[in-house]
């Protein structure tokens, strides 16, 4: 079972950034695609951000297309968020997530049913 851990989340006022960490318990990160998702309170998880196992290949929700952009640091392990200009509404608690099934790791498809998923960590954007 891979264990995920993320790490970033905290207060920021609306215009600010964040950025988002994420770390295995095992070095086989690299044979999965990874993806971020978040749910905010009296609403339904979603995904925000997908890289494949290469990481060439990047999706995003239109909702944070221009102001996020996710990477993978195949040598530390790790795969980040970045998250810039912040609005209220990204209020969330976020997830990293995990899925080794062939198909979704190379290609970068993060379904809701991924393998793996850390514990989250909340991210709040108020002035």
């Known amino acids: 079972q891979l264990q995920l851990v993320e790490s970033g989340g905290g207060l920021v006022r609306p215009g600010g950034s964040l950025r988002l960490s994420c770390t295995a318990s095992?070095?086989?990160?690299?044979?999965?695609?990874v993806g971020w998702f978040r749910q905010a309170p009296g609403k339904a998880r979603e995904v925000v951000s997908c890289?494949?196992?290469?990481?060439?290949?990047?999706n995003y929700a239109d909702s944070v297309k221009g102001r996020f952009r996710i990477s993978r640091d195949s040598a530390m392990n790790m795969v980040y968020l970045q998250m810039d200009n912040l609005k209220p509404e990204d209020t969330a608690v976020y997830y990293c997530?995990?899925?080794?099934?062939?198909?979704?790791?190379?290609?970068?498809?993060?379904?809701?049913?991924?393998?793996?998923w850390g514990k989250g960590t909340l991210v709040t954007v108020s002035s």
């Open positions: 997530a995990a899925d080794g099934r062939p198909n979704n790791r190379v290609l970068g498809i993060c379904p809701d049913d991924m393998e793996h």
């Open positions: 095992a070095s086989m990160l690299d044979w999965h695609a």
């Open positions: 890289i494949n196992q290469s990481g060439d290949i990047p």
